[in-house]
């Protein structure tokens, strides 16, 4: 079992930078690929970036790729989610999530999930 908690959202402008953490409870999460999803009132669950577990490989989704980062420190257990460059339409709530694949791009594929954070920014 892993408990997965968010942190670092928050009202931003456009243009402005934040950086979500995700902590995992256990010993184990090395052992898990991390990615963060998102999801507005309405829509699926988007699929935002993903990194593999001992983080060698990362995907991004295209609409964040060269202004989001995926990182991880399995020391810590935890992975971060760097936003630069926001946009309006980022505004949503960011989940992160852990699958015990190497690292996976759909919901379907993760088995763990946070509470999410909100993210809102204003242009």
């Known amino acids: 079992q892993v408990q997965l908690v968010e942190s670092g959202g928050g009202p931003v402008q456009a243009g402005d930078s934040l950086r979500l953490s995700c902590a995992a409870s256990?010993?184990?999460?090395?052992?898990?690929?991390m990615g963060w999803f998102r999801q507005a009132p309405g829509k699926e669950r988007e699929f935002v970036a993903a990194?593999?577990?001992?983080?060698?490989?990362?995907y991004y989704a295209d609409s964040v790729r060269g202004r989001f980062t995926i990182s991880r420190d399995n020391a810590k257990n935890t992975v971060y989610l760097q936003m630069n460059s926001l946009k309006p339409e980022d505004t949503t709530v960011y989940y992160c999530?852990?699958?015990?694949?190497?690292?996976?791009?759909?919901?379907?594929?993760?088995?763990?999930w946070g509470q999410g954070t909100q993210v809102t920014v204003s242009s």
């Open positions: 999530a852990a699958t015990r694949m190497i690292v996976a791009g759909s919901p379907r594929e993760y088995d763990y």
């Open positions: 256990g010993r184990t999460f090395s052992s898990y690929g």
């Open positions: 990194i593999s577990r001992n983080g060698g490989s990362t």
